[in-house]
Structure formats: structure tokens, C-alpha cells
């Protein structure tokens, strides 16, 4: 769980750099006018609390203490695991070096992965019980009531009449909740996938994929926000728009997070019930949630859609507990 949430919430700060890029195309801003920006992200607190620290160091576990204990559980070598922490060690060092430099670390972590990669399929679980997988079960369970319930209060927070600037708090705790339910909802789905068919864990793989990138997204509320707090409207307006003109931001994020949240969502709810895991009405109650989401707008009545899901994907979470037999699934025998 730590090393989703770190990894995702890194990823989501790589969207500060398309922010800075929109504004320094922007004939007539002087540096101190770019710094003053740079110090208004700083100075959010929700940014730091939200993505800064648990990005940094959620990265710190998946790559320096993720192959650590994988070395000590025998899954791979120390010599691999040594490698990767050497390559995250170079990342850090050299990152915003020049070329070739800047690549010393990339190239270590690939031949360090590609190593780990062979060793893992050659690698034997040991014939005994699944400790942590029940925790982890757990933990995605919860997180099939706790990510529309985060989406719920993203939606009560946002401003009274979409105004940032006057409510510039709501604007920061909105798009903090938006992210964690997206984040939350990465764990809720691979749980669901876990019990699935085959269907089911495609499109669980392909919501993942948009769950990822959307949460960059509400990054971008902290950036455009700041940007209207030290440089004004019209040089925000700009921003977004030149940002939204980037093929990279466009294809990379906003395209594969919009397309593939919400259509992959719903068609795990979908894949949910034609496994029998769920009864037939959860994903219309999915689908009724997402339609209202849409629908319904902005401000309290925003609410509405969120709390829909909340019902929906918490019968998933209720049918998913209950022993398999009282969801009328077949049961494997031992000979």
C-alpha cells in the first residue's frame, strides 16, 4: 500500500514540470515573477502534506527498501538488490545533470529490474500460509468503501461557485481527497481482480492504468491555483490552455485518466457481477453513481453521484467478505 501510494503520488508531481513549461513560454514573466510561483506551491500545505512527503517517500520504499526485503525473503539476490539501490542512489544524484549523466541511474534500475525480473520467474512461493495476503485482502476491502467516500468530500469541498481564488483552502482540500480516491480505488480494484475471471482482471488492469494518471490531475488544481494567486488570471488562462496543447499531458494523462477511470470502473463492476461475485444491480448502482457524477454538476448536489458509489461499490465490498459458498461460488476440493 505504501509503494502505490508513494509511487502514484510521485508520478503526480512529474505534472509540475508541463505547469512550469506553460508559464516560461510566456513572453514578459521575469524569474522573481516564476519564483514568487514556485514559492505559492511550496507554501501549500495540502501539496506538501498530500504529495510532496508521501511521493518522496513512498518513492524511498519502492526502490531502495522494496528490493531489501526482497533480497532477505530470498525472492531475489543481494547483488540485484544491491544494483537497484545503487541505481536509485544515481537517479537522485545526477537527475538534473546533462546527458549522459542524468541516465546513469535509469540504465542501473533497468539492468537491476530486467535481473530481479528472471529471478522472480524462476522464483517459488514456499508452501505455507498466506499471512499477509489476508491483510492485504483486508486492506483492499476498505478501500472499496474509503475511495468514493474520499470521492464524496472532494466533491463537498469544492468552492462555492467554483471560485479558487476565494476559497483558495476548499480549492486545496477538494483536489486532495479527488487524488486519494483514486489512489484508493488501485487497491479496491486489484482486490475485485483477485476474485475475478479473466475479463475482470483486464479491465481491473486497464482502470489501474487511468487510476494512475488521473491522480496527476489534481495536482494540476494546486498549479493553477498558484499561478492565479502570484501572476493573475490571464497568465493562468494561458497556462492551461498551452498545457492542454501538449501531446505529451494530453495522451499521457488527461486521455488514458478520463477514458480509462471511469469506463474501466464501471466495467469492473460489470466483469464483478458476470463472475457472480456481485448481484446484477451493483453495477447499475455503479453506473446510476458515475451518471450522476456527470450530470449533476458541481456544488452540494455534486454530492449525490459520489455517495451512489459509495453504496455501490460498498455491496462489492459486503459480497466480496462473505465466504464464497454464500455467494454461490464453486468451491475447490481437496482429493
Known amino acids: 500500500m505504501a509503494t502505490v501510494l508513494g509511487l502514484v503520488t510521485f508520478s503526480a508531481l512529474m505534472a ?5 513549461l506553460s508559464l516560461e513560454q510566456q513572453a514578459g514573466l521575469t524569474d522573481a515573477q516564476l519564483a514568487s510561483y514556485d ?28 528490493p531489501l526485503a526482497a533480497a532477505r525473503a530470498r ?37 537491476a529490474y530486467g535481473m530481479a525480473a528472471r529471478q522472480l520467474m524462476r522464483f517459488s512461493p514456499p508452501d505455507e500460509p498466506d499471512v499477509f495476503g489476508v491483510l492485504r485482502r483486508r486492506v483492499g476491502l476498505a478501500c472499496l468503501v474509503a ?18 481564488l476565494g476559497y483558495p483552502g476548499l480549492a486545496q482540500a477538494s483536489a486532495f481527497f479527488l487524488h486519494l480516491a483514486w489512489v ?45 494567486q502570484a501572476l493573475g488570471d490571464a497568465v493562468a488562462d494561458r ?4 498545457t492542454g496543447g501538449y501531446a505529451t499531458f494530453s495522451l499521457g494523462w488527461v486521455l488514458p485518466g478520463m477514458v480509462l477511470t471511469f469506463l474501466g470502473l464501471i466495467l469492473v463492476a460489470v466483469g464483478a457481477a458476470v463472475d457472480k ?19 449533476l454538476g458541481l456544488g452540494p448536489i455534486g454530492v449525490v453521484g459520489p455517495l451512489v458509489l459509495v453504496a455501490g461499490f460498498g455491496l462489492m465490498a ?4 462473505a465466504p464464497a459458498t454464500s455467494r454461490g461460488e464453486p468451491v475447490a476440493v481437496s482429493s
Not at 467516500?149 to 467554483?162: E, H, I, Q
Not at 448481484?279 to 453513481?289: D, S, T
Request: aromatic fraction near 12%; proline fraction near 6%; glycine fraction near 12%.
Open 16 to 20: 509540475a514540470d508541463f505547469g512550469l
Open 39 to 66: 514559492d505559492r506551491v511550496g507554501a501549500m500545505g495540502w501539496a506538501v502534506a498530500g504529495w510532496q512527503i508521501p511521493g518522496i517517500v513512498g518513492w524511498a520504499v519502492a526502490l531502495v527498501v522494496t
Open 75 to 111: 525472492v531475489i539476490n543481494w547483488w540485484t538488490a544491491g544494483l537497484a539501490v545503487l541505481g536509485a542512489a544515481l537517479y537522485l544524484l545526477f537527475a538534473i545533470s546533462p546527458v549522459p549523466l542524468c541516465l546513469t541511474g535509469p540504465v542501473v534500475l533497468i539492468v
Open 147 to 164: 475511495a468514493p467516500l474520499s470521492f464524496a468530500v472532494g466533491m463537498a469541498t469544492v468552492p462555492p461557485g467554483d471560485d479558487f
Open 184 to 228: 484508493l480505488f488501485i487497491p479496491a480494484v486489484l482486490t475485485v481482480a483477485a476474485r475475478g475471471g479473466r475479463f475482470t482482471r483486464v479491465v481491473a488492469g486497464l482502470a489501474v492504468l487511468g487510476l494512475i494518471n488521473f491522480s496527476a490531475l489534481m495536482f494540476g488544481d494546486y498549479l493553477d491555483l498558484a499561478a492565479r
Open 239 to 242: 497556462a492551461a490552455e498551452l
Open 277 to 295: 461475485l456481485v448481484r446484477w444491480w451493483v453495477p447499475v448502482i455503479v453506473v446510476a453513481g458515475f451518471a450522476g457524477f456527470f450530470l
Open 318 to 321: 459486503v459480497a466480496l467478505a
